[in-house]
């Protein structure tokens, strides 16, 4: 993908939070010559295990609160997932004109590989997994993580340009997003996390940055039996968006890529006999993961 020539080297960078994402960038950042504080409210005692894998690693902490002081020397900002834009340490950022940015932001920006990146309220992790499966068992090099498993920066150095990303992404990593992965998918959208995002409309905008960047020749694939991913179609540059029908008893393939028959086959209309099958060998249980299957068959076919 690679869509940035910015250059941390010298730069001094605020990473908020201390979890999952905040420790890969804490490991990663330093690797590309930037300056970094981590700042976390939890206190020093709270997070001495955490500390020890830290001890050989170039970054300072400041612990127990967010100063806003650390902002007089930032560069950047990286939010955590768990990290709320309207915090009072973001907002000041802001209102300096201090850039803000996530894991996913910054792997986005520099993965070399196609990326095909799937969020929604409910699925995403499942039908992730499954992609990832497809393609790697169609023998390709998957990269599978993002909101689960591996966050990716950890692997950016290893990937090559024929390989694939397959990435699951939150509402939180997706309400910075300046840019979009090659392939997307809307499973469905469900209220969900609005004590985060306040509003639906807010928490929809954060959803749809997975496709709002996407040039007119990527893909977004939306779930048609979600009546708000389905809407979405109206506003998805990528490719005028495709819709992907699940509905009981349908016989038809769509563009996206498959559908389900009435006899419970999905359908493939790119890549042949590459995968699919009936629906009751498929590995997954219940009527939402044969959903997930059909997205999964989609976004693995492109």
Not at 99 to 123: H, K, M, Y
Not at 173 to 195: C, F, G, K, M
């Amino acid at each position: 993908m690679n869509h940035t020539d910015f250059s941390l080297e010298g730069k001094h960078g605020v990473v908020l939070g201390f979890g999952r994402q905040g420790k890969a960038l804490a490991r990663w950042l330093p690797q590309h010559g930037a300056h970094v504080t981590i700042s976390d409210q939890r206190d020093m005692g709270v997070l001495a295990d955490d500390l020890l894998d830290f001890l050989d690693v170039p970054i300072q902490f400041a612990l127990g609160s967010h100063p806003l002081e650390l902002l007089d020397n930032a560069d950047f900002v990286c939010l955590s997932g768990g990290v709320p834009t309207d915090l009072p340490f973001v907002v000041a950022a802001q209102e300096r004109g201090i850039p803000l940015t996530n894991d996913a932001i910054l792997f986005l920006e520099r993965c070399p590989a196609l990326v095909i990146g799937i969020t929604g309220s409910a699925g995403k992790t499942t039908t992730t997994t499954l992609v990832g499966l497809m393609a790697r068992a169609d023998g390709r090099t998957a990269w599978v993580g993002g909101n689960i498993g591996n966050v990716l920066l950890d692997d950016l150095a290893r990937m090559k340009s024929e390989d694939v990303v397959v990435m699951e992404l939150s509402s939180f990593q997706l309400e910075l997003a300046r840019l979009s992965p090659d392939i997307a998918a809307v499973l469905n959208i469900t209220p969900n996390h609005l004590d985060r995002h306040k509003t639906m409309h807010a928490y929809i905008a954060a959803k749809s940055n997975i496709f709002n960047y996407q040039a007119g020749d990527d893909v977004v694939v939306l779930g048609e039996d979600n009546p708000v991913a389905a809407s979405l179609v109206e506003v998805a540059p990528g490719a005028a968006g495709h819709l992907l029908g699940a509905a009981d008893g349908c016989e038809w393939g769509l563009s996206a890529g498959a559908a389900r028959g009435g006899g419970g086959q999905f359908q493939p209309d790119r890549r042949g006999a590459g995968g699919l099958r009936n629906a009751t060998r498929s590995g997954v249980r219940g009527e939402h993961n044969l959903q997930n299957v059909l997205a999964a068959c989609a976004l693995a076919g492109r």
